[in-house]
């Protein structure tokens, strides 16, 4: 079945830094979404992407739409103690189901 | 709104006992969907409703039976409860058309003993 690597597994940050983290696919998809979970709660969404190319920001989060539509990338700017939390991608493939493909998670911790 | 609510939050289960995992949403989505989480391994789909009336199983569907009693209203059934399906489960909805995004409830945390 389609599988998404997603990486960097874990990061420990110092708070005030820039976060960089990426899935990739061997498939194509034609909508990457990006999660955030905090502990104890359910995934809640923070940004999604529609075309190839496409570049959207949510505040200090900023996520890409790959060119070859096989991978997504999630910025978060400036880092705060609250960002603390996993993050999930998920591609999307056509269809009318809507089904998604979760990576395995990026687990932020930041010290203040 | 309420979003998408799921019940009971807690549950511990003895081997081969049975139960019933609820969900309902309020946003008028067609689509709802079961997915289970364990450590290390991400979200994977159980079973998904693409719209009333209508179940698919997903990519580990073994040990469940679910069930789209209306529009709202989706549930995931453990008909002989094993210690392999300890995990938390979650329900999610979307809409259609470009709002394929999914939802997602607060999870259920079940235990098997």
């Known amino acids: 079945g389609q599988q998404l690597n997603q990486s960097p597994q874990s990061m420990f940050i110092q708070e005030g830094e820039d976060v960089s983290m990426n899935c990739t696919s061997s498939s194509i998809f034609n909508t990457w979404l990006w999660y955030k979970q905090d502990p104890g709660e359910g995934p809640v969404l923070l940004i999604a992407l529609y075309k190839a190319g496409e570049l959207t920001s949510n505040g200090r989060l900023t996520a890409q739409f790959g060119i070859t539509r096989k991978d997504s990338f999630l910025n978060i700017s400036a880092s705060i103690p609250s960002d603390v939390g996993i993050y999930f991608c998920a591609g999307q493939l056509g269809g009318s189901q809507g089904n998604l493909i979760f990576g395995k998670g990026t687990k932020l911790s930041v010290k203040p | 709104n309420a979003g998408v609510t799921q019940t009971p939050k807690f549950q511990v289960l003895k081997t081969g006992q049975s139960m019933t995992l609820q969900c309902a949403q309020d946003m008028n989505h067609n689509s709802m969907y079961w997915y289970r989480q364990d450590p290390g391994m991400g979200l994977r789909l159980i079973y998904y409703s693409a719209s009333e009336g209508t179940t698919d199983k997903g990519e580990v569907p073994n040990g469940y039976n679910v069930s789209r009693l209306n529009k709202r209203e989706f549930s995931l059934r453990l008909e002989s409860a094993a210690p392999s399906q300890t995990s938390v489960y979650f329900c999610?909805?979307?809409?259609?058309?470009?709002?394929?995004?999914?939802?997602f409830g607060p999870g259920t945390r079940l235990l098997v003993l």
């Open positions: 999610a909805s979307s809409g259609t058309g470009r709002a394929k995004t999914q939802y």
